[in-house]
């Protein structure tokens, strides 16, 4: 528990005059030390801090940090973000992990242009509070899964609560039985299904038989019953409808041929702590028009998912927590753009919200960094995944294997590389552990093992790692403690330098941060930071904490030192040609050193898989410059991308969009 302050002494009652020059000066604090009144001290000592940080010399070393004023009607719970190809940002809110919300059916999101910082609210159909989210080739946003019901822990449960399976054995009609249906036990105990839930037609299958004597018989047709899972609660309060045994339950109110087709089956019903339950909804963003489109559900429900682009345009969505709590098993599957539908992916088991890179040669790689739900002794370890085969290949090395939830990971800049650093992270759910360590694979190695990278400055949960157009990568704010407990939110941020492989100091943010927070580079350079949910707002852990709703916007070093003078892309296509080539016009071809392909984030809960930054090969004339693109798209994923040109002191251009198919 932390200390108390010490009483604050009186202010003596004639104070001596202070000239501006004096309280913004060294000297200044020196004098109001010498007068024994901490209060006006640390006063003094802020406003010289201010002072320090807003000189042209410190911000052209460490950069800057700036208040994003919002207008009340568009703050929201940042939980999720998305940069969009129009140049705006998408936030999502969902129901911002409030109750109150959900049970209304009051869902946000807000769109932020950023050039001109105003904001929109956008029609949210669904509940989108720890969706999944992937970029798409055509530039639209995938945003699938959400909360169905909200958790209640341990001593919240009054009814006994778990799965129904409900079967069809009727092959010519499917069965849509509303929220709210009984299902009644041969003992009479009933239980309330909580969400509307559809159950498939039964499938016919007909096989070929023959006799002793080799003759065919006739056609043999067999029904194979449709099921599909409801979570029920127990009609009554208590534990007397708890049951751990398999049932044939009757739905009441089903008459005739439907009653004799259609019945339920009760899985482990209890009145356990029950955790959220996902939902199997898809939505397509189109940054045009600015709407969600729907677009065919999941087969399964999902909350907490991951989604990650394919080299060939799809999207595979892995792991989360399904439609009565439980976690995904490894019912893995694929959504294709082109038929907005999804087919059964490679089956494998993965922590909730797992951090998975597509590399090139098309494995994805999994540092074993992840955000929540999961045993501790299953789906921990890193390694490459082989979706056409389904087999996984472990990587060793790695320190502090067992604080690898809630860290940050990267594909370090540039792609070409194929390095992959895990950055902080603590102990497997509401554990106070947290670790300063950092670690890089390079896995273009035969066999590639984790490396021990810089340390971070301290112990770090939620850390927000952002790709820099110079090869960089910023990284800010998280805490020392779970959920920022006890007052442990980290007002750090650095710059990591893989080629140098260490750290350098940035300019302090203002603004604390921890879980559902989010980082991500601007087309103009910048980085806005969004978000934090502690659970307390105090040291001692009796004030419960707040949504941080202030945004934040970080301005690097280079912008303050040659932001009137730096490289500018001008007239140029939106696409490459049929070479992988685009070609921009430059009235200083001269100050474009290096071109580096950008692709937008979709980030939450420090999950970030979509951020990648590739190596161009660039020519130049006297009046433009041309950037090729490589044709691996294991390396280079179809879709939308920000182009930035650096000079020889990494300055970036402002980000010209183009399209990669």
Partial sequence: MASQPSKKPKRPKKKPK???????????????AGLNAPAVLGFAGERYHEYKIAQPGYRAKYGSWSALDIPKEFRTNAIHAALLHTGKVL??????????????????TVLWDPRTDTFKRIATPDDFFCAGHAQLPSGRLLV????????????????????????????????RLKKGTRFRSPSGVEYVSRFDVTVPRARRTQKITYNAAGVMRPWVTKVVPSESR????AAEAGPGSITARQAQYEIVGLKGEDAANTYGLSEKITMDKQDFQGIRAAYEFDPKAEKYV?????????WYPTLVGLDDGRVLAVSGLDDVGAIDPGDNEIYDPRTRKWTPGPKRYFPTYPALFLTQGGKL?????????????????PGLWDLETNTFEKVPGLTDADETETSASVLLPPAQDQKVMILGGGGVGESKKATRRTAVVDLKKDNPVFEPGPDLPQGTRYLNSVLMPDDTVFTTNGSADYRGRSGSNILKAQFYDPKANRFRAAADPKVGRNYHSEALLLPDGRIATFGSDPLYDDQRNTKLG???QRMEIFTPPALHRNGKNRPVLGDGPQETDSYGRATFATTHPERVSKARLMRPSAVTHTTDVEQRSIDLPLSKDRTSVTIDVPNDRTLVPPGWYMLFVTDTTGTPSEAKWIQVR
């Fill in 144 to 175: 699938a899964g959400g909360t169905a019901r909200y958790e209640l822990l341990d001593g919240e449960v009054e009814r006994a609560g778990g799965g129904m399976r409900v079967k069809n054995e009727n092959p010519d009609k499917a069965m």
């Fill in 91 to 108: 936030i999502v809110a969902g129901s911002g992990n409030e109750q109150k919300k959900f049970d209304k059916g009051s869902f946000d």
């Fill in 294 to 302: 729907p677009v065919d559900p999941m087969d399964k429900a999902r």
């Fill in 546 to 548: 707040h949504f941080e």
């Fill in 18 to 32: 202070v000239t501006k020059k004096t309280v913004l000066g060294i000297g200044g604090v020196a004098l109001l």
């Fill in 230 to 233: 409801v979570f029920v609660e």
């Fill in 365 to 381: 790689f999994y540092p074993a960094s992840n955000a929540g739900y999961g045993p501790a002794t299953k789906g921990r370890a």
